[in-house]
T-cell receptor
């Protein structure tokens, strides 16, 4: 079974730009969640999708948004990038809500 | 104060030693996860617990719901166990189920 795939792996963007990150979950998994990891704040929960619906949301500004498609693939978008958005963005998939999560390798975003 | 606290923050040990990493939380939870993160960022889910104890190879995880405490043990530690170990709890916060993470424990096993 293929694991969770995140693309791209690395990204460099300029302040003010917007970025879209992609996450393909394990086949059959319907839940996808997104996390931001920075040296200062550690891992923080962004949002969680299940069957195309956002079920939970962390404490991030509205510049951070996401969606999930009917094939369970998910995208995360960050608009008007700030330097502080530089981070490792991780997604995880699980078969159902509150079951074991499998993580992707992450997308390392650098905002300059 | 964070909802999830891990100790110690850093741990260095010799190969073969028995390792214990602790996690305490202050909220009611539906599940607790132990994660392992190697340099380069990849995260592996080691355990998901809601009660009792789980074992996988040399790794053992326990949880005491009444005391709001979990431990991760590594027996016969090996240099390849060197990683950051992260405790995370799923808890109802601000009207929704959220995953809240500890700050991580950096484990270094010397040969």
């Amino acid at each position: 079974k293929a694991g969770v795939t995140q693309t791209p792996r690395y990204l460099i963007k300029t302040r003010g730009q917007q970025v879209t990150l992609s996450c393909s979950p394990i086949s059959g998994h319907r839940s996808v969640s997104w996390y931001q990891q920075t040296p200062g704040q550690g891992l923080q929960f962004l949002f969680e999708y299940f069957s195309e619906t956002q079920r939970n949301k962390g404490n991030f500004p509205g510049r951070f948004s996401g969606r999930q498609f009917s094939n369970s693939r998910s995208e995360m978008n960050v608009s008007t990038l700030e330097l502080g958005d530089s981070a490792l963005y991780l997604c995880a998939s699980s078969s159902e809500w509150n079951t074991e999560a499998f993580f992707g390798q992450g997308t390392r975003l650098t905002v300059v | 104060k964070n909802e999830v606290e891990q100790s110690p923050q850093n741990l260095t040990a010799q190969e073969g030693e028995f390792i214990t990493i602790n996690c305490s939380y202050s909220v009611g939870i539906s599940a607790l996860h132990w994660l392992q993160q190697h340099p380069g960022g990849g995260i592996v889910s080691l355990f998901m617990l809601s009660s009792g104890k789980k074992k996988h190879g040399r790794l053992i995880a326990t949880i005491n719901i009444q005391e709001k405490h979990s431990s991760l043990h590594i027996t016969a530690s090996h240099p390849r166990d060197s990683a950051v170990y992260i405790c995370a709890v799923r808890a109802p916060l601000q009207g929704a189920q959220k995953l809240v993470f500890g700050q991580g424990t950096r484990l270094t096993i010397n040969p």
